[in-house]
């Protein structure tokens, strides 16, 4: 799946996208978290709070206990503040 | 029953935006607009630059706009959005309602601000006067509350 993450998690990871291709055993938003944050240290920064990234599957915000099954573009961002 | 939802980096025209929902409309009674601005805040502030997630954006707003509709009877929507880099003084959102009646259009145009607020993909970075590149600006708790008049 693709990867997309903005502003703060953008800039702590140090990419604007990337393709994922996690174990089988990562089934919800938050075993990809939890999963993402052991592959370096940029990981471990972006998402040291893991609980305050807000995450979205296909353009739609989704819960961390949501599976990541069919998901074709997961993105990863702070809390939005627009407006 | 019109809706326009346009996310870019130039400026806007709120009068033309506010006359596109009213020109030829004698079954409007009221019209809502809401702009809001970049602050200079306090002299510190240089700059916002504001990114956002294409596609998400549009996406987000529409159904805001879709869940607006389902509480009240308006009529025309707009919702325009900037990205980039923005001054102090210089116009950030907008927001109109047309309908019938004002209870409607003020609420519809409420409730769109407070939603595109919490859950629109936008976010903003401070650029300071003395040329630093300040913080990612943090949500605030007082946006989350405002959601809770909607329940």
Redesign the interface.
């Known amino acids: 799946m693709k990867a997309?993450y903005?502003?703060?998690v953008r800039e702590r990871v140090g990419k604007p996208e990337e393709i994922l291709t996690p174990p089988a055993s990562v089934i919800t938003v938050a075993d990809l978290i939890a999963w993402l944050k052991g592959r370096g240290e940029e990981y471990a920064y972006a998402f040291e709070n893991g609980h305050v990234i807000r995450v979205?599957i296909d353009?739609?915000?989704v819960k961390h206990d949501t599976p990541i099954a069919d998901a074709r573009e997961i993105?990863f961002?702070?809390?939005?503040?627009?407006? | 029953m019109s809706t326009v939802i346009r996310i870019q980096r130039e400026d806007f025209d709120p009068q033309a935006e506010a006359d596109a929902l009213t020109k030829g409309r004698p079954d409007v009674g009221a019209l809502t607009t809401f702009t809001g601005f970049c602050r200079h805040e306090e002299g510190a502030l240089s700059a916002l630059e504001l990114e956002h997630y294409p596609g998400m954006a549009e996406k987000e707003l529409q159904r805001i706009v879709d869940e607006a509709r389902k509480r009240w009877p308006v009529q025309g929507i707009t919702v325009l959005h900037r990205y980039g880099k923005i001054m102090p003084g210089e116009r950030i959102v907008f927001v109109a309602v047309s309908g019938g009646h004002r209870g409607e259009a003020f609420a519809a145009c409420e409730f769109i601000m407070d939603f595109l607020k919490t859950s629109a993909p936008f976010w903003k970075r401070e650029h300071k006067v003395d040329g630093s590149q300040g913080e990612w600006v943090e949500a605030k708790d007082a946006d989350d509350k405002a959601l809770e008049r909607w329940k």
């Open positions: 997309v903005f502003a703060w979205a353009q739609t915000h993105a961002f702070p809390p939005m503040t627009g407006g």
